[in-house]
Structure formats: C-alpha cells, structure tokens
C-alpha cells in the first residue's frame, strides 16, 4: 500500500519531499489511532481519508502561518532514449495538476491515477458520488484544456 500513499501524497503535495512528509505523518497518525479503524472495511480507503485530513489540516496551517509553498522542480531521472521528452511531459502534467482546485485534483488522483471508483472515491473525500462525478469531469476537462494550450 505504500507505494499507492505515496503517490496519492505527492499528488497532493506537489513535490515527492512534502509527499513523503505527508505520507509519514499519515502512517503516524493510522498507528496511534488503529483502535479506530473498523475491521471489515478497507485499510485503503481509511488511509486515504487520513491522508487527505492530515493535508488539509497542514494547509490550513500553512494559510494561517502566511507562507508561501513554492514548488521546486522535481529532478526525475528516466533512462532510455526519449527520456528527456518523457519527463518533459510528466513535468507538465504534474505543473497542470497542480494548477487544479484541491479539489478537482483530488478526484483526478483518487479515480484516474489510484483507481479507485467513483463511489469509493466519494467516500474517501466525504462527499455523494455526484459531486466527486462533477469535480472529476471539470479537472479533466480543465487539465486537457491546459496540456492543449501548453500552459
């Protein structure tokens, strides 16, 4: 599962650093808190909703202290010929995620990169099913939007 949490953190952190940083305050809290989770439910999906807690409580932390969170370039090494433009690419996708609402990139991450349906998504980030249908739709309208125009 580890691997699936740290995307999902980096994805909300923008940068593998505050990804990792996330994700251990996130195995942190799951291991203080184990009493809480409910056998017969899925591990996934509780840590996935304490993942997303533990980000919105630093960025609320974060707006209150009044910093500004600047991203740095993510120095990814790919070998093999096309490397260069593949991370390229990757790099412009990820600066696109990180353009959309917290919200809409949520949902992109959770049902597009993790899988996971849209009911299962839903209940991740605490909302009916409609709602996670309508913030997917415009993050990934907006994200084709922004690869097309190159911005």
């Known amino acids: 599962m ?3 949490l740290r995307r999902f953190a980096t994805g909300l952190a923008g940068h593998p650093a505050d990804g990792d940083d996330l994700c251990q305050v ?3 809290r799951a291991l203080t808190r184990q009493d809480q989770f409910t056998q ?3 591990l996934d ?3 996935y909703r304490i993942m997303r807690n533990a980000w919105i409580d630093e960025s609320r932390a974060r707006s209150r202290r009044s910093e500004t969170f600047v991203d740095e370039e993510a120095g990814l090494l790919v070998g093999g010929e096309g490397a260069q433009e593949a991370a390229v690419a990757l790099g412009d996708v990820d ?3 990180q353009r959309l609402p917290e919200e809409q990139r ?3 991450l959770l049902v597009m990169v993790e899988g996971y349906s849209y009911k299962e998504a839903a209940e991740i980030v605490g909302c009916p099913v409609g709602t996670l249908n309508s913030r997917l739709v415009r ?3 907006a994200l084709m939007e922004m690869m097309e125009d190159g911005t």
């Open 139 to 141: 993050g990934r309208d």
């Open 95 to 97: 600066r696109a995620m």
């Open 40 to 42: 017969g439910t899925r």
């Open 26 to 28: 996130t195995i942190e």
């Open 45 to 47: 999906s509780w840590m």
């Open 2 to 4: 580890l691997p699936r």
């Open 106 to 108: 949520e949902a992109v």
